[in-house]
């Protein structure tokens, strides 16, 4: 039972252009949302989150915007650049208190390539 | 550079052994984190620690184990070792639970 689930495996992209990833999820009680970006044999790296309470976050050339009715987030890269080109899974963090408080649970990644 | 560290970066061992794999966190991070990333699988959690306490558990074996020592430095402990077990090892860290969690490069565990 996946709870976070990226349905894209892939997303191919111009430099210049706009990549935008999707990620949906089924708990209504999640309140805290995060993306990160991974390249081969190295960490994820963190990029941007997002609280319940707000819909849209900005961090320069990225955006995540959250809709809670649609239990929907994206991730929005504005420009894309060639260095962009990694593997970007969409995380909610547990925050609700009980075992499973600071686990996070990631969906299955969308791999972006950005074409020069 | 995250401020995580992690060693081994590979280890290649055989069924039916023990591997200790380390995480030293972030300065001034208390919660440590370990999850596997196998290919069938994705990253999945396993266990967390906050101060030297355990404090959650995911999907972990029961022949897996873990601890955070005074210093918060954490290691996962792997033992009776199948093949099944070959994956990456990530170690995360964060300032307080609810916070973002960054994370090491990983140790990429090969059983033979």
């Known amino acids: 039972d996946q709870q976070v689930k990226q349905n894209s495996p892939s997303l191919s992209v111009q430099e210049g252009r706009i990549s935008i990833l999707n990620c949906d999820y089924t708990?209504?009680?999640?309140?805290?949302f995060l993306w990160y970006k991974k390249y081969p044999a190295e960490g994820p790296t963190f990029l941007i989150s997002?609280?319940?309470?707000?819909d849209k976050n900005e961090d320069g050339r990225f955006t995540v915007f959250l809709n809670k009715s649609a239990k929907h987030l994206s991730l929005h890269i504005v420009p894309s650049q060639p260095g962009d080109s990694a593997v970007y899974f969409c995380?909610?963090?547990?925050?609700?208190?009980?075992?499973?408080?600071?686990?996070?649970?990631f969906g299955q990644g969308t791999i972006l390539t950005v074409h020069p | 550079d995250s401020g995580v560290t992690q060693t081994p970066k590979h280890l290649i061992t055989a069924t039916g052994q023990r591997v200790t794999l380390r995480c030293s966190p972030r300065?001034?991070?208390?919660?440590v984190y370990w999850y596997q990333q196998s290919l069938d699988q994705g990253l999945q959690f396993l266990i967390q620690?906050?101060?030297?306490?355990?404090?959650a558990k995911g999907n972990i074996l029961e022949r897996f184990s873990a601890q955070q020592f005074p210093d918060l430095h954490s290691e996962l402990n792997l033992s009776s070792l199948e093949l099944g077990d070959s994956a990456l090892y990530f170690c995360?860290?964060?300032?307080?639970?609810?916070?973002?969690?960054?994370f090491g490069p990983g140790t990429r565990l090969t059983v033979l």
């Open positions: 995380a909610v963090l547990e925050r609700a208190g009980g075992t499973s408080y600071g686990k996070l649970t």
């Open positions: 300065s001034g991070d208390l919660s």
């Open positions: 997002i609280s319940s309470i707000k």
């Open positions: 708990n209504s009680m999640f309140d805290y």
């Open positions: 995360a860290s964060s300032v307080t639970r609810g916070s973002e969690q960054f």
């Open positions: 620690y906050y101060n030297g306490e355990e404090r």
